[in-house]
Nanobody
Framework: QVQLVESGGGLVQAGGSLRLSCTAS????????MGWFRQALGKERERVAA????????SYADSVKGRFTISIDNAKNTVYLQMSSLKPEDTAIYYC??????????????WGQGTQVTVTS
C-alpha cells in the first residue's frame, strides 16, 4: 500500500507563488512516476504536470507551461510543484498521484487527499 500526503496549498494573490509538496510512503513504493492533477469547482479533473521517477521526463498542461515546474526528490520520495505567476483560474483542489507510468496515472495508481489552492484577483 502506498500513501501520498500533500502540503503547501493556501490562499495567494494573483501573480504570487506557491509550492506544493507530496511525499509518498509505503513499503511498495519505488520507481513510480508522480504527478499533480487539479479539479476546479464544476470542472473536470485535469492533469497539471507529471514527472518520471528519475526526473528525466516531464509533462505539463498547456495552461501552466512556463509558470509551473515539477520536480522530484527520489531520496525523499517527494514530488514538488512550484507554481508561479498564479492566476485566479488556477484555483482548484490539487491532487498528487503516483503510478508506474505517466500515461496510466489518471486512471490507476495512488492518490492523495488533495490540497486547496485559491488565487484571488
Amino acid at each position: 500500500q502506498v500513501q501520498l500526503v500533500e502540503s503547501g496549498g493556501g490562499l495567494v494573490q494573483a501573480g504570487g507563488s506557491l509550492r506544493l509538496s507530496c511525499t509518498a510512503s509505503g513499503r511498495a513504493f519505488s520507481y513510480y512516476a508522480m504527478g499533480w492533477f487539479r479539479q476546479a469547482l464544476g470542472k473536470e479533473r485535469e492533469r497539471v504536470a507529471a514527472i518520471s521517477w528519475g526526473g528525466g521526463v516531464t509533462s505539463y498542461a498547456d495552461s501552466v507551461k512556463g509558470r509551473f515546474t515539477i520536480s522530484i526528490d527520489n531520496a525523499k520520495n517527494t514530488v514538488y510543484l512550484q507554481m508561479s505567476s498564479l492566476k485566479p483560474e488556477d484555483t482548484a483542489i490539487y491532487y498528487c498521484a503516483a503510478d508506474h507510468t505517466i500515461a496510466t496515472m489518471s486512471t490507476s495508481g495512488y492518490w492523495g487527499q488533495g490540497t486547496q489552492v485559491t488565487v484571488t484577483s
